[in-house]
């Protein structure tokens, strides 16, 4: 079996996705997802000038030699770009594997360590009133975990708010430059406790709570903050730091027991080793778009179970549903998986370009046997929702200081 040609779609069916089809000469194809938000068309470049020519006549079956030759044969290791193109080969070509085999891709991953995928759901506003009753609705249909965002007072377009845009982070419209937020440490530290007390007195202590704190913090900013948080206990408290500087999170677990969880930035397996091996978080978040595939975050799976850490896997909706339904897979097969990010697909437009095998019941991901990763796209569909140059907000503290966004 050969790769005959491998075609690359960008589209923007409600928000950009960049999705890699590798065709074989046997007829079977392989779907892929390699979307990087906010620079989607450098990865196609990637992909379509540096891959896609050093792949055509390979043997598809090669699924490691063909990682390792995109991993070391390029010399220049790591990276997003790199990571996200690798990543959408290689769930592709997974696709293809299964395909073949008539097996859906957890079965070639050892089988499934459980039925139901738990997930956790995003309950936003622009005060803890609406926040929480949003969080009322998610209950209501069936969410058992719900992650927290609100407005801090004063703060103009905090992240993880609406702020009354329709879309989600940030607006797909060909927006010219980055949109521009305000932040303040102190008044964050000083307004998120009130909006988890506030959630405990009104949904009591079993619906499991989560809070991204995107970065914001120091860390001793971040312990003081996990420390505040602990009569409400979270699930965990996501991002509290960067992670550049691994051991940043060594001081925030000297001082919190709030559960800890990172790693969506993540590009390789290495971003998360010293934070493993020492134990410093409890949830490493990297995503199968953007860590290096199916084959990258099996390894990652293992190497975080000796550690006591379990998976929650980044399910943003700019992951496309071929990258959530590849989640879908490893989270059925991965024996420590702890949680899944999911917050529903979008409306009409992505439900018409992506049919998917995934179902929500009761705050779980239900999956179902198709062989592959049981995702089609509709390229005529796509056709009709031509990308849009987008960009991620950026953030500046009210001294006009370029902060983390
Ligand atoms: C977020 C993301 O889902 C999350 O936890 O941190 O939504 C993130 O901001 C976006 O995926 C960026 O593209
Ligand atoms: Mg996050």
Redesign the pocket.
Known sequence: MKIKDIKIFVSNPGRNFVTVKIITDNGVYGLGDATL??RELAVVAYLEEHIIPCLIGKDPHQIEDIWQYLYKGCYWRRGPITMTAISGIDMALWDIKGKVANLPVYQLLGGKSREKIKVYG?ANGQNIDETLDNLGHLVDEGYKAV?LQCAIPGLDGT??TLDGKKD??ELQSNRPLPPEQLWDTSEYLNFIPQLFQKAREKYGMDIELLH?V?SRLTPIEAARLGKTLEPYNLLFL??CVTAENQSGYQQVRQHTTTPLAVG??FNTIWDAKELLENQWIDYI?TAVTHAGGITAMRRIADFAAIYHVRTAP??????SPIGHAAHAHLNSWTPNFGIQ?F?GFGGAPLNEVFKHPLVFENGHLLINDKPGLGVDFDEKAAKKYSYKKSY?PISRLRDGTLWN?
């Open positions: 938000n906010g995003h992650r992240y993880g989600y982070y991204d995107h996501e991002d969506e930035i978040r980044h399910g943003p909706p700019d992951i990010e917050i991620l966004w």
